[in-house]
């Protein structure tokens, strides 16, 4: 069974603050990783993908990628109450068929 | 292209009625899915197409939920004989060959059986 886990939250940060969401996935053969953002009631949205090791920076935000600890984390530098949201990790399943998600981290921004 | 559009946007049905949804994927995205999302749980995979093959299908995809995509372009979703189990927003999702690129979501539909 492969997996995608994240601590469900909530996580709360002050805005301004540095908000870091983690992931790990349990297969091994995964090469795609990628953030989604969900606001309440909508769909998700694309916001980072990575696929090597090392960090990738976009704007505000820093995917991670560490394939020996199968691990992903997403930074968000000067968190702003707009980013309070929920942050949906997913991880392609091999053969780039499809991908799996986890059950998303509730990210809370208070000013 | 404005996207991937789902239709209808909300559904409430009585226990045992069928019901179908609607996707449009973005014109130049040969690759469609459809998961399903209930409250606090992150989007689980039913089905997906390349073109006119639906190539894959879920377990969570009992004999009640079929799924088409005639000519390769929108796709339906059916889901017979609702059950209250089947409350839950319904997403639609394209891509281009290699979901490595990521995909697209529709707005989603969201169904309440009541």
């Known amino acids: 069974q492969k997996e995608v886990e994240q601590n469900s939250g909530p996580l709360s940060v002050p805005e301004g603050a540095i908000a870091s969401l983690n992931c790990t996935y349990s297969d091994r053969v995964s090469q795609s990783f990628f953030w989604y953002r969900q606001y309440s009631g909508k769909s998700p949205e694309l916001i980072m993908s990575?696929?090597?090791?090392g960090d990738k920076e976009d704007g505000r935000f820093t995917a991670q990628l560490n394939k020996a600890s199968q691990y992903v984390s997403l930074l968000i530098r000067d968190s702003q109450p707009s980013d309070s949201a929920t942050y949906l990790c997913a991880v392609d399943a091999g053969g780039y068929n499809k991908l799996i998600f986890g059950a998303g981290t509730r990210l809370a921004v208070h000013p | 292209d404005t996207g991937v559009s789902q239709n209808p946007r909300h559904k409430i049905t009585k226990r045992g009625q069928n019901v179908t949804f609607r996707c449009d994927p973005i014109?130049?995205?040969?690759?469609l899915y459809w998961y399903r999302q209930t409250l606090g749980q992150g989007p689980e995979f039913l089905t997906y197409f390349q073109n006119e093959a639906q190539l894959e299908k879920s377990r969570l995809l009992s004999d009640r939920f079929s799924a088409e995509r005639p000519k390769g372009s929108f796709s339906t979703l059916e889901i017979q004989r609702t059950e209250q189990g089947d409350s839950a927003m319904y997403l639609c999702a394209s891509s281009s060959d290699r979901v490595d690129y990521g995909y697209t979501f529709g707005s989603g539909t969201r169904l309440t059986v009541v």
């Open positions: 014109s130049e995205h040969n690759r």
């Open positions: 990575i696929y090597s090791n």
